[in-house]
T-cell receptor
Framework: AQKVTQAQTEISVVEKEDVTLDCVYETRDTTYYLFWYKQPPSGELVFLIRRNSFDEQNEISGRYSWNFQKSTSSFNFTITASQVVDSAVYFCALIKTSGTYKYIFGTGTRLKVLA | DSGVTQTPKHLITATGQRVTLRCSPRSGDLSVYWYQQSLDQGLQFLIQYYNGEERAKGNILERFSAQQFPDLHSELNLSSLELGDSALYFC?????????????FGPGTRLLVL
């Protein structure tokens, strides 16, 4: 079975701190995709990244970086020098495309960045 | 503004009724996705269309149906509504030839079933 665990329900940091949001997944498939999404307090969803299972290279986009480690089934998300605008709920998701299509979201981590 | 539009923004209806949610993707995008977000179930993927054809199916109930029209807009039909269908319904679109399949989300339709 497929599963995505975001164990951190809520994290609070002070502005300019670095913060890592954890995402641990379970799947027996060798081909899958991992995603991160952001949902700010205004409620809209924002796509952040998609990573396929064959690409374990870390990704950096500005202050955001992602660490994909198949050995630990993790796809963690780090925000460097956090800002108040980073306050949001962040969702990790796993998509299994072989056989029966499955799209599993984690329960989300609420990040509060305090000024 | 992502360029994806959804109508209506809010919808209040009664159990047993049928509603239609509409999504217009960004110009040039061929893929449309539908998601449901509720307090009980969290975020769920419902269905994806690509250029008019169903591409992937998620946790979409049999009471729900969707289609993508030749002009690429999409509609999600929800019938025999139940209280538990109250949720925020998001539509997203993604462009062709994007290796990331970046999804651009609409603002959502908030459905309240009374």
């Amino acid at each position: 079975a497929q599963k995505v665990t975001q164990a951190q329900t809520e994290i609070s940091v002070v502005e300019k701190e670095d913060v890592t949001l954890d995402c641990v997944y379970e799947t027996r498939d060798t081909t899958y995709y991992l995603f991160w999404y952001k949902q700010p307090p205004s409620g809209e969803l924002v796509f952040l990244i998609r990573r396929n299972s064959f690409d374990e290279q870390n990704e950096i986009s500005g202050r955001y970086s992602w660490n994909f480690q198949k050995s630990t089934s993790s796809f963690n998300f780090t925000i460097t020098a956090s800002q108040v605008v980073d306050s949001a709920v962040y969702f990790c998701a796993l998509i299994k495309t072989s056989g029966t299509y499955k799209y599993i979201f984690g329960t989300g981590t609420r990040l509060k960045v305090l000024a | 503004d992502s360029g994806v539009t959804q109508t209506p923004k809010h919808l209040i209806t009664a159990t047993g009724q049928r509603v239609t949610l509409r999504c217009s993707p960004r110009s040039g995008d061929l893929s449309v996705y539908w998601y449901q977000q509720s307090l009980d179930q969290g975020l769920q993927f419902l269905i994806q269309y690509y250029n008019g054809e169903e591409r992937a199916k998620g946790n979409i109930l049999e009471r729900f149906s969707a289609q993508q029209f030749p002009d690429l807009h999409s509609e999600l039909n929800l019938s025999s509504l139940e209280l538990g269908d109250s949720a925020l319904y998001f539509c997203a679109s993604s462009p062709p030839l994007d290796s990331q399949e970046t999804q651009y989300f609409g603002p959502g339709t908030r459905l309240l079933v009374l």
